[in-house]
Each structure stands twice: as structure tokens, then as C-alpha cells.
T-cell receptor
């Protein structure tokens, strides 16, 4: 177990709706990265948050947005859901300061989103 | 830009046989390389990492990988497969620091009794 927790585990939405996914980072980690894993594919980087600021973004449209809170937990928000947004959403936390574990990303179990 | 190619979307081995999962990378700067394993309905678990120290890296569960710069490869091996090794394996590359991981498409490992 990595100590990274995500909620909810499963979610079903309809096209056009909005969704919020949550991630609690591992204790001591100040960075959260979000990835989208479509069925049969490897994870793709959405964006990263470091000390409450967006710190890099992948090739995802603006309707994918996020937040990081002072306790380093994070949210991923997706507006105007499309069928292709159906995927497993993974959160990874890491630390820029933790010795041997520095900059290693530890993943949560993910949230499986189905868009109908 | 970085990229990862995993040769073979599905590998099947007999229990007790050698496991070899192939990964080739492309990176314009010295890479950091990782292998993650994903069991059904679970997230990714780090198996091992290469971060510019020893080229032969030992990980958990008896897995190891060797960084070969001349071949731009980072293949994952295990001498003797166990039924519990059946899972999806992902190779990933980054340029170090807290930079994003770029993943391959994954290789599903099946272990036959």
C-alpha cells in the first residue's frame, strides 16, 4: 500500500455532466500528478500540482482542471463529459525532498469513470 | 520529448520459466527509467527504478532490469515465473526531478501452470 487514496472508486456519469475526483497524497509528499488510463493503454499525464500551483500539463483540454489544497490533497475536475473520458484516473504523489524516495511517484488505486 | 516502446502486448510463460519483458526508450537527455506493475482493478506499484547509478537494478519480487544506453533498452527479467506474477507491466521514462512519467502501452504477463 502506498498511502495514496482516491475517491470514489467507481463513478457513472452521463455525457455533458461534470465530475470531481479526489486524491489524498502520501504523508510528507508535496506533489500530486494525475494520469488518465484508457482501457488497454498506458497512463497518460494530465497535469501536476506542486505547492498548490499547476506545475505542468499534458495534452488535455481546459475542461480538465484541478486543485491542490494546503494539506497537499488534490481534486481533478472534468466538465462537459464526453464518452471518450471513460477511463481509469490515477493520482500519484511524490516528494521533492524525501531522500532516497525523492521524486518517486506512488500511485493510488484509481477512480474508474464511466460516461454513458 | 521522451517515448517508450514495449515490445509484445502479451507475453505468456510457464511457471518456473524465465520472464523477459522488453522496453526501449527514447530520450533527448539522460533518462530516469521505471517499471510498474498493475494487478487487476488496482493502481500501479513500483517494481524498480534506474536513476543513473548502477546499470543493473534489482527490484521487488525477484525482478531486475538492466539499463543499456547503447541499445536504449531497459528490459525487465525474473529468473523463475510464479503464478502471482500474472499482471500488466508498464515501463516508464522521465527526465528526472518531479517531471511527468511517459508510459509504454504495457505488457500483459500470463503465467501458465
Amino acid at each position: 500500500e502506498t498511502g495514496v487514496t482516491q475517491s470514489p472508486t467507481h463513478l457513472i456519469k452521463t455525457r455533458g455532466q461534470q465530475v470531481t475526483l479526489r486524491c489524498s497524497s502520501q504523508s510528507g509528499h508535496n506533489t500530486v500528478s494525475w494520469y488518465q488510463q484508457a482501457l488497454g493503454q498506458g497512463p497518460q499525464f494530465i497535469f501536476q500540482y506542486y505547492r498548490e500551483e499547476e506545475n505542468g500539463r499534458g495534452n488535455f483540454p481546459p475542461r480538465f482542471s484541478g486543485l491542490q489544497f494546503p494539506n497537499y490533497s488534490s481534486e481533478l475536475n472534468v466538465n462537459a463529459l464526453e464518452l471518450d473520458d471513460s477511463a481509469l484516473y490515477l493520482c500519484a504523489s511524490s516528494s521533492s525532498t524525501s531522500g532516497g524516495a525523492k521524486n518517486i511517484q506512488y500511485f493510488g488505486a484509481g477512480t474508474r469513470l464511466s460516461v454513458l | 520529448a521522451q517515448s517508450v516502446t514495449q515490445l509484445g502486448s502479451h507475453v505468456s510463460v510457464s511457471e518456473g520459466a524465465l520472464v523477459l519483458l522488453r522496453c526501449n526508450y527514447s530520450s533527448s537527455v539522460p533518462p530516469y527509467l521505471f517499471w510498474y506493475v498493475q494487478y487487476p482493478n488496482q493502481g500501479l506499484q513500483l517494481l524498480l527504478k534506474y536513476t543513473s547509478a548502477a546499470t543493473l537494478v534489482k527490484g521487488i519480487n525477484g525482478f531486475e532490469a538492466e539499463f543499456k544506453k547503447s541499445e536504449t533498452s531497459f528490459h525487465l527479467t525474473k529468473p523463475s515465473a510464479h503464478m502471482s506474477d500474472a499482471a500488466e507491466y508498464f515501463c516508464a521514462v522521465s527526465v528526472g526531478g518531479n517531471t511527468p512519467l511517459v508510459f509504454g502501452k504495457g505488457t500483459r504477463l500470463s503465467v501458465i501452470a
